[in-house]
């Protein structure tokens, strides 16, 4: 499935609101993972409370030891202090890199904003070296600012 042809269905999951908002984002994680063949771990980390860390909220794919990651550690850590895209192509190159698994060739984090403020993110791991394009973070910029009309 194309990223064009995800948005809608994006935005029908969001617009179930007999779910919670955390299974919502559960059945976003498996979507993506399922529809790109290169998300191979998508998940939504939020700021936990006031901690500067990160929480492991929704996920798909392998279990992670990372549920709670500090800010500035890591790519996750790294885009809740910067609130900028960012997008590893390979991560043995980053030095600053958590390994979630020794498959992991690839990531992209993109901050999600409510109300202007850096409130958390999705990150997606993929088993592929540098699979990560221009439109896939225009495309997750998307879920995310959907994903922010459900938490305002």
């Known amino acids: 499935m194309t990223h064009q042809e995800l948005k809608p269905k994006v935005q029908e999951i969001l617009a179930e609101s007999q779910l919670s908002v955390e299974h919502r984002l559960e059945e976003i994680c498996n979507l993506l993972r ?5 998300y191979d771990w998508v998940g939504f980390y939020f ?6 860390e990160l929480k492991l ?23 809740a202090e910067s609130n900028s ?6 991560v043995k190159a980053q030095d600053n890199y958590i390994a979630c698994s020794i498959t992991v060739k690839a990531e992209i984090v993109i901050p999600l904003f409510v109300n202007g403020e850096n409130i958390g993110q999705i990150d997606i791991d993929s088993n592929t070296i540098d699979p990560f394009t221009k439109e896939d973070e225009k495309f997750l910029e998307f879920v995310n600012a959907e994903v922010a009309k459900v938490l305002e």
Not at 34 to 38: E, F, P, T, W
């Open 57 to 79: 909220s929704s996920y798909a794919g392998e279990p992670t030891d990372h549920t709670i990651i500090p800010f500035g550690k890591g790519i996750c850590g790294q885009v």
């Open 85 to 90: 895209n960012f997008v590893v192509p390979d």
């Open 34 to 38: 399922d529809n790109i063949a290169y």
């Open 47 to 52: 700021k936990n409370g006031d901690k500067n």
